[in-house]
């Protein structure tokens, strides 16, 4: 199985010449978003503008380090992929970035049972290695009308981390609503170790997994800046970055984090429309996730301090030269609870086989509202 865009090539070119010349973009899946998914979520056509829902999501469907077999595997990758694909089916998430789907028969099993028209695109790809595990898709209205992508020199110290393997780096789309338009960029960082690691070499001495990530944030902040300079010259276009960032928000490299954050001009939408200590790590979905086990999903976090904030989600306010205004209405935590076993256990069988989760991340789901200026 191979990832298949739902839009010929040439239709694909088409929209990208007519985008990088300034003008406007009109295409009949953009004007469905516009009056159709956006008020799924609150939108409207008065003017104030539409809302549309954003999920950004690491779904932990790694399948070995160069291979499919190997130890480092995860658990019941393919029933959790095609969950996560009915969950999506059920929704009315009109964007999902994701992070850690490596392989085409993954992608290929997200999509299949979305009955909505889907455009996608997908991080640095590999022959060999692992792909970058980036995948975002738009969702029955809006459309991705220009992309980039870029892979991290700093990739990390193959015999000691585990995400060395693959091709991290950045996903660019620009994402065209038919009010607005959105450029996203999507990350995720080295985390580092996971690989048994003795040092024969007294001579060298490889950087940390710190070391490495503050050079993917240097990176990270060129790329993005290098993009804008190419596709939106005079700041037409407000910006989101959403990663899996591996840096604990307040830790010692959440300074890094936050310097480049607002170098780009970036605010983080949890702090500006949430608050509180926001865990997304595993041990915030058992530790820091309060939620109402008696109702069916989607689940939401009430509460809870357990766990560490390491996903982001950094919006740009708006511009006055920005064409339409992007607000933030809502940001939520959000866990795929499997139902299997109750909220407090991350495993349902003592062998560790069967998540009772879809994923190790706590999901960021956000609601941002698009308005002509």
């Known amino acids: 199985m191979g990832d298949r865009n739902t839009r010929s090539g040439s239709e694909q070119v088409q929209r990208r010449d007519v985008l990088r010349t300034g003008a406007t973009v009109v295409g009949s899946v953009g004007v469905v978003g516009a009056s159709g998914i956006g008020q799924a979520v609150g939108g409207s056509t008065d003017g104030a503008g539409e809302t549309y829902r954003f999920l950004w999501q690491n779904l932990w469907l790694l399948n070995g380090i160069v291979g499919n077999d190997t130890d480092i595997a995860k658990p019941a990758l393919q029933a959790r992929a095609e969950a996560f694909g009915n969950r999506l089916a059920g929704s009315d998430i009109d964007v999902a970035a994701l992070c850690e789907v490596f392989s085409a028969e993954q992608r290929e099993t997200i999509r299949e049972p979305v009955g909505r028209a889907i455009d996608y695109e997908i991080g640095p790809p590999a022959e060999f290695e692992k792909s970058s595990g980036l995948y975002t898709l738009a969702l029955g ?43 996203l960029f999507t990350t995720h960082l080295l985390a580092g170790g996971g690989i048994p690691y003795v040092d024969l070499n007294p001579f060298w001495d490889p950087p940390t997994p710190a070391e490495y990530r503050a050079d993917q944030l240097e990176e990270l902040r060129a790329f993005v800046q290098s993009v804008e ?132 991340h706590v999901g960021l789901e956000l609601d941002w509202t698009l308005a002509p200026r």
């Not at 091709?167 to 789309?173: E, I, Q």
């Open 229 to 360: 300079a190419e596709h939106d010259p005079d700041n037409r276009v407000p910006t989101v970055v959403a990663g899996d960032f591996n840096v604990g928000a307040g830790g010692g490299e959440y300074g890094t984090l936050t310097a480049v954050r607002d170098d780009l001009g970036l605010e983080d939408a949890w702090l500006q429309y949430a608050g509180g200590p926001g865990g997304t790590n595993r041990t915030a979905i058992t530790g820091g996730c309060a939620f109402d086990s008696d109702e069916s999903p989607p689940s939401y976090c009430d509460g809870g301090a357990g766990g560490d904030r390491i996903d982001y989600v950094f919006v740009e306010p708006t511009r006055p030269s920005h064409d339409c205004r992007l607000s933030v209405a809502d940001i939520r935590r959000r866990v795929f609870w499997r139902q299997l076993a109750p909220p407090g256990q991350f495993y349902a069988d003592d062998a560790e086989e069967e998540p009772n989760y879809l994923t190790d």
């Open 141 to 183: 209205g809006p459309e991705i009308v220009a992309t980039e992508r870029m892979e991290f020199d700093a990739d990390g110290y193959e015999p000691r981390d585990a995400d060395a393997w693959a091709k991290k780096g950045v996903l660019y789309t620009r994402l065209d609503f038919g009010l607005g338009q959105v450029d």
